[in-house]
């Protein structure tokens, strides 16, 4: 069932492709985190959505290729991801705190609380996320203890308490390169010029140096939760560091401390630059949020009346959203996300998100716009969202 948009892409593709971002295709994370619980349906939108780059040419991060190796994993055990990463991960490595769903997590009995990190600089809890349908892209709760038993069977080569669960040079295979990728973006925060010369990915692992040695490292994030590994496999040190607060580079900053005191590094004050880091980011947002309402044209109002915007909208891999009229307010509903729509400018309107309410404030560093498409003949025919050209379908 698995189809990529791309004819030879499709024809190619292998778990290879997938477990080192060179599929061609970009996140699309809207697919799961707002359209669909369904793993299944998932992997099927995010194949018929757009490619961003041409097949194996670009490494571009996506999440849902690790939802359809969890997937994969699963029926070839006839089963689910949870079940066999309980059975062939867990189990052997005496992971016993540990879990795959979010129901598991938030109900156990020593749990933390998401929090986020609000660009008003306000500190408040979240709700957790409920994302079991992500599966192998990032559904594991675990504890300080079970984290370093994983880390010992990464370092051990594919041993735990003298047991061979893997073999050394497949595990290997997982730490080796496969994709070479440029650190720029949000990426330049996790490997600096100053320590990172090389950077490329293997299987599920970033693989770089780390000021001179060789490094298997990996981040992750969620609504309220961050998370960083650090291995120096060479030297059978590992870190692993977990917090309940988004955005953060806390995680990094430990992890980073923590080895430059173990390899015997000179002291690099990681706290400060990933407070310059995170500051740097929110000024980003504030200078672009200036810039936005800087270059709005006054005086404009929209072509048409607002009711004739109303209506449903379609795209192949996003499906529908619906553009409503309440009294004079234009609303659009897509899955479990709705917005208000304040006019921008002309035919461009700002999406303000609504709901979920408890997630709306997590939206806060993000601009969401609208922009209607209208025809030869006056009329509109479709609408630019979530960067997504949708057409409006026949009443």
């Not at 059975?87 to 009995?109: E, N, Q, V």
């Not at 290997?172 to 925060?189: C, D, I, R, S």
């Not at 140096?209 to 060479?234: I, K, N, W």
């Not at 810039?291 to 192949?316: F, H, I, N, V």
């Amino acid at each position: 069932s698995f189809r990529l948009s791309d004819e030879l892409a499709d024809r190619e593709v292998t778990l290879r492709d997938l477990l080192c971002h060179r599929t061609g295709m970009p996140r699309h994370d809207v697919l799961w985190s707002a359209l669909s619980e369904d793993p299944g349906e998932i992997i099927k939108r995010w194949g018929k959505a757009k490619a961003s780059t041409s097949f194996r040419s670009t490494w571009e991060y996506s999440n849902v290729p690790f939802t359809t190796a969890g997937l994969i994993a699963g029926r070839i055990e006839k089963s689910d991801w949870a079940t066999v990463t309980q059975k062939r991960i867990f189990d052997p490595l005496g992971m016993t705190a540990s879990s795959c769903t979010w129901k598991a997590g938030s109900s156990a009995k020593d749990h933390a609380t998401p929090h986020y990190f609000a660009f008003d600089k306000s500190v408040s809890p979240v709700k957790w996320d409920e994302i079991d349908h992500a599966g192998g892209a990032g559904c594991v709760n675990s504890t300080a203890t079970d984290l370093a038993n994983w880390l010992r069977f990464q370092l051990a080569g594919g041993k735990f308490d003298g047991k061979r669960l893997v073999p050394e040079r497949l595990l290997k295979e997982t730490h080796a390169p496969q994709m070479l990728f440029k650190p720029e973006g949000a990426f330049a925060l996790y490997f600096p010029k100053k320590v990172t010369r090389f950077s490329s990915y293997g299987l599920g692992w970033f693989a770089h140096d780390y000021r001179g040695f060789d490094c298997v490292s990996h981040g992750g994030t969620l609504t309220g939760f961050r998370a960083q590994c650090m291995m120096v496999p060479e030297k059978k040190l590992g870190v692993f560091v977990v917090c309940n607060l988004r955005p953060s580079l806390f995680p990094e900053a430990v992890a980073k401390s923590a080895l430059d005191q173990l390899l015997g590094l000179p002291a690099e004050d990681w706290v400060k630059e990933g407070k310059a880091s995170l500051e740097l980011l929110d000024f980003t947002t504030a200078v672009r949020l200036t810039k936005r309402k800087t270059d709005r044209k006054p005086d404009t109002k929209p072509s048409l009346q607002l009711k004739s915007y109303a209506g449903s909208y379609e795209e192949p891999a996003y499906g529908r959203a619906e553009v409503s009229l309440d009294g004079e307010q234009l609303k659009v509903k897509f899955g479990k996300l709705a917005f208000r729509l304040e006019h921008y400018h002309f035919d461009t309107f700002t999406a303000v998100p609504v709901e979920p309410a408890d997630e709306v404030r997590t939206f806060d560093r993000t601009t969401f716009d609208v922009l209607f498409r209208l025809s030869a003949a006056g009329e509109v025919e479709g609408m630019r969202f979530l960067e997504q050209d949708f057409t409006r379908t026949k009443k």
